[in-house]
């Protein structure tokens, strides 16, 4: 139906840097609004950034100022630039997005997950 696929996860040293992507595909009619999450171990889900479809975003405290969040329409693609990376940011991300199916309905839709971990 709709999918999501991350890519771009890995092994990085602290203070490194990551690009994240999530393309969306499959049978939709509109993706609004796209955004990251992550899951370290031993806690809870937690929202990493949001972008609406206009480009309006939102971050968590713990990466604001070092992590971006975009988006290419397009594409059906949201991105997360990871800067500045600390050992705490090791997590599994995963990508959200809510699409506009058919029988006029929104859906929400989560991937896969990609690992990142960050070594100190």
């Known amino acids: 139906q709709v999918q999501l696929v991350e890519s771009g996860g890995g092994l990085v040293q602290a203070g490194g840097s990551l690009r994240l992507s999530c393309p969306a595909s499959?049978?939709?009619?509109?993706?609004?609004?796209m955004g990251w999450y992550r899951q370290a171990p031993g806690k809870q889900r937690e929202l990493v950034a949001g972008i609406s479809k206009s480009g309006s975003t939102n971050y968590a405290d713990s990466v604001k100022g070092r992590f971006t969040i975009s988006r290419d329409n397009v594409k059906n693609t949201v991105y997360l630039q990871m800067n500045s990376l600390k050992p705490e940011d090791t997590a599994v991300y995963y990508c959200?997005?809510?699409?506009?199916?058919?029988?006029?309905?929104?859906?929400?839709?989560w991937g896969q997950g990609t690992l990142v971990t960050v070594s100190s």
């Open positions: 499959g049978s939709f009619f509109q993706i609004n609004a």
């Open positions: 959200n997005a809510e699409a506009f199916v058919f029988g006029s309905r929104w859906i929400e839709v």
